[in-house]
């Protein structure tokens, strides 16, 4: 029961701030605009950071793969 009053609380409160956000939409939609446009630039520039970090660890990963088929003992005897 407890649950279901806690879910039911986290209901209303979400419509509620829905309602709110789509209020000042209508009061306001040039700087509702433009903070959409700020979030989408911020979420961009995340996963711009997201695809560096990974891009870095796949050169990593690569550098250290192809210093392990240089050392191996396959490699040598084809030379």
Known sequence: ???F???LAG???DK????GVE???RWDPKSASEAELRT???NLDALGREVALARQGYDREK???DAIQALSPSSCSSR
């Not at 509620?16 to 309602?19: D, G, L």
């Open 63 to 65: 550098r250290e793969a």
């Open 40 to 42: 989408m630039e911020q």
């Open 11 to 13: 209901v209303k409160m």
């Open 5 to 7: 009053l806690k879910n």
């Open 23 to 25: 209020a000042l939409v």
């Open 16 to 19: 509620a701030a829905q309602a």
């Open 1 to 3: 029961m407890l649950a």
